[in-house]
């Protein structure tokens, strides 16, 4: 998996290195759907990317955000690539935004690299070996008291049926725990997640592209990554609960008090 992690984090680093690129001389930004931006730096960092991985892989399938016509994997080595997680962000020159780069075959994840770009942030996991932040190993936090808890969520914006039961149980978090964030990049807060700054992380409406390398790298810090009933179908089904053992429990127990079960079905 040496050359596959090598090749992960040259890509990755090169769309990094186009994104800086267009922050300095500006962006020019789309509205591809509800909710929904796309800039010109999302389209040349994953061209950037793709280039990459094409040249020492390619035979490998991908399935990259801005330029797939499908989301679904086959059982062929696949790379999964998201240019930026966190568009809205970048958009606006908020400081949180990720490149994510996974390799899956057979549809299971072998390799993820995110990088945060504005704090240089490379976590990455190989499975079976770890998971680790520029170098060094990580692992999910020890919190097991409720009132301690810090978690992360992301707000339904692309899907508003679920708004009024998200909010319901968004209160309930509120009064039980310690805090909520949401920074708005699903990798990174997944990789806040490994490497123990949130103790758990909870949204809807992710793709594929959102999570492929940030869920390797939590369970390689030993966190549990599930759907929302607690199953393996977050990859396509758009709903994800992740966290330390306690918290991924709490969450998901939490999600199922308040959340209709008809709302906790996969989509996909």
């Not at 899907?159 to 039961?165: A, G, I």
């Not at 396509?236 to 199922?256: C, D, P, S, T, W």
Request: proline letters at 3%; a negative charge; aromatic letters at 10%.
């Amino acid at each position: 998996m040496s050359e596959d992690l090598d090749v992960a984090r040259r890509a990755a680093r090169e769309g990094v290195r186009i994104i800086k690129e267009y922050r300095k001389k500006g962006i020019h930004i789309k509205e591809k759907g509800f909710h929904d931006l796309v800039t010109d730096a999302d389209l040349a960092a994953e061209k950037a990317i793709l280039a990459v991985i094409k040249k020492s892989f390619p035979d490998d399938d991908v399935l990259a955000e801005e330029s797939a016509d499908h989301d679904s994997l086959s059982t062929n080595r696949t790379w999964i690539i998201d240019p930026i997680d966190g568009t809205t962000n970048f958009a606006n020159d908020f400081p949180v935004y990720c490149v994510s780069v996974a390799l899956w075959d057979n549809r299971v994840p072998k390799v993820g690299v995110v990088i945060e770009v504005n704090r240089d942030e490379e976590f990455t996991a190989v499975s079976g070996n770890g998971a680790f932040l520029n170098g060094s190993k990580i692992h999910v936090s020890k919190t097991s008291k409720t009132k301690s808890g810090f978690v992360a969520t992301g707000f339904p914006y692309n899907d508003l049926s679920l708004v009024e039961p998200y909010l319901r149980l968004f209160r309930v978090l509120m009064e039980e725990l310690q805090g909520i964030r949401r920074p708005g990049a699903a990798s990174y807060d997944l990789c806040n997640v490994a490497c123990g700054r949130f103790d758990g992380f909870y949204e809807y409406s992710l793709h594929i592209w959102d999570v492929a390398a940030a869920a390797l790298i939590i369970r390689e810090a030993g966190g549990i990554v599930t759907d929302w009933k607690g199953e393996e179908g977050w990859a396509f089904g758009q709903r994800m609960v992740a966290g330390n053992q306690y918290f991924h429990h709490y969450l998901l127990e939490k999600i199922r008090e308040h959340i209709p079960e008809k709302s906790r079905i996969n989509v996909g």
